[in-house]
């Protein structure tokens, strides 16, 4: 064999027009999978590598001033909201019952003005990298029929809210819908105007004191105290330490990893806890389990933000796994009103990516043909304007939705077991392979 045929062979980084032409075969496919592990360097040289990234991210993170919507000189105005105790969220529940009271006592009626959610009513900023919700209202009057439940309903929920914030409790939002069932008649009901109430007081969900049920999980080089009580992360086992769901009784985190591992799905989560990942490579590993809820992207601002580490991504090479990165990005279009609480703008797509597929030659048994669902998804998010700014996930979706080929990050098993930890997470953080 030429050298130049030798070399062609172990360069992982070949055009995929090339191993495109001829299906990748089992064996074949295997035997590449150990050429790439002999192309490992040794991990204190990864080790430096990453400690050059995590150094360059504290530095940029210290010196550069956070900038807010205050700061642009934006052509139409936007509606945030902020973190509120309880009695300021008592005080203005108290005043908007108190207005509604007035006008009722006047004949008129009463009716809410909430603030509109609709995809219509939401920008995307480049210079803050994420969804925001413009200022734009809609009345929602007792006295009309099309509107007198949602009236109802937001009434009550605020008649909730107001009792579970003088008892200083939280509750779940499942919780919530129970207390009147025959009202609400459906949860996404319940949680609509919960969302709808955060955005009229102007406060963020968590100062509501509902929350979601525990989903996420974390595992790795992180201590923290949870309502007081010191937790290891390191000592949590392959299913890890759940995320609680009200953050605000998180405090004192603590930790020497060097970045943070932000992961899809809770198979793989559960490969790199058990194989100790982040005891070879200083690390925080956390998922959501699919798509993220609110506390796990809370938690995961948080470790951004007071750690001052970089964030790497790895999900499924989908359509749905870049949507769900893109939820812990720029935002989700359901709570633009609190993207600047609930983003991490500049996390790194690290993988599984489209182009993967044949740079590891990841044999064709292991991938799944796209359907047209996926087709249209893959192609709305090409229309995206976070998507189309970053010219690295353009090619990544186009060359997906040409080859019409998806894979989970599981297809890396077919390689072994542990390649994901061994070879695959390895090589990609020796090349600095990330978008």
């Not at 525990?214 to 007081?228: H, N, S, Y």
């Not at 580490?309 to 939820?327: E, F, R």
């Not at 192609?379 to 189309?388: I, Q």
Request: glycine share 4%; with cysteine; charged share 25%.
């Amino acid at each position: 064999m030429s050298d130049q045929k030798r070399r062609r062979k172990l360069d992982p980084s070949a055009s995929s027009s090339a191993s495109t032409s001829k299906k990748p075969r089992a064996s074949s496919s295997s035997n590449y999978a150990q050429d790439l592990r002999k192309q490992l360097k040794p991990d204190a040289d990864i080790l430096s590598s990453l400690r050059r990234l995590s150094a360059a991210t504290s530095a940029a993170a210290s010196s550069q001033k956070p900038v807010s919507i205050s700061d642009l000189d934006l052509s139409s105005s936007c509606r945030e909201v902020t973190d509120l105790d309880s009695f300021a969220v008592v005080h203005s529940i108290e005043r908007l019952i108190l207005s509604v009271a007035r006008s009722i006592l006047s004949g008129q009626g009463f009716s809410f003005d909430v603030p509109s959610r609709a995809s219509s009513n939401q920008l995307y900023v480049p210079e803050l990298d994420r969804i925001v919700l413009l200022d734009k209202s809609s009345s929602r009057p007792f006295a009309n029929l099309s509107t007198v439940r949602k009236a109802t309903i937001t009434a009550r929920v605020l008649s909730l809210i107001h009792a579970v914030l003088l008892r200083q409790i939280h509750v779940t939002k499942r919780d919530l819908f129970y207390t009147d069932v025959k009202l609400f008649g459906d949860q996404n009901q319940s949680d609509a105007v919960l969302d709808d109430v955060s955005c009229m007081l102007g406060c963020t969900r968590s100062s509501l004191h509902v929350v979601a049920s525990e989903k996420g999980v974390v595992v790795g080089r992180l201590v923290f105290l949870d309502d007081g009580d010191r937790i290891d992360c390191t000592r949590m086992g392959i299913g890890g330490k759940a995320i609680p769901p009200n953050i605000d009784r998180v405090s004192g985190l603590e930790s020497d990893a060097l970045f943070v591992l932000l992961v899809e799905k809770d198979a793989a989560f559960m490969r790199l806890a058990e194989d100790r990942f982040y005891n070879r490579f200083p690390c925080i590993i956390l998922t959501a389990k699919g798509q993220p809820d609110v506390a796990t992207r809370l938690f995961l601002r948080r470790l951004k933000v007071e750690l001052k580490l970089p964030v790497l991504a790895l999900v499924d090479s989908d359509p749905y796994g870049l949507k769900i990165l893109s939820v812990y990005m720029c935002g989700s279009k359901n709570m633009s009103y609190d993207s600047a609480n609930l983003t991490c703008p500049d996390i790194k797509w690290l993988g599984v990516r489209p182009s993967d597929l044949d740079k590891y030659r990841v044999p064709e048994q292991c991938r799944l043909p796209m359907t047209e669902q996926d087709v249209k998804a893959g192609k709305d998010l090409l229309e995206e304007d976070f998507v189309k700014r970053n010219e690295g996930w353009v090619k990544e979706l186009e060359m997906m939705i040409k080859t019409r080929q998806k894979a989970e990050i599981q297809a890396l098993s077919s390689f072994g077991f542990q390649y994901l930890t061994e070879v695959y997470l390895p090589l990609k953080l020796q090349q600095r392979d990330w978008l």
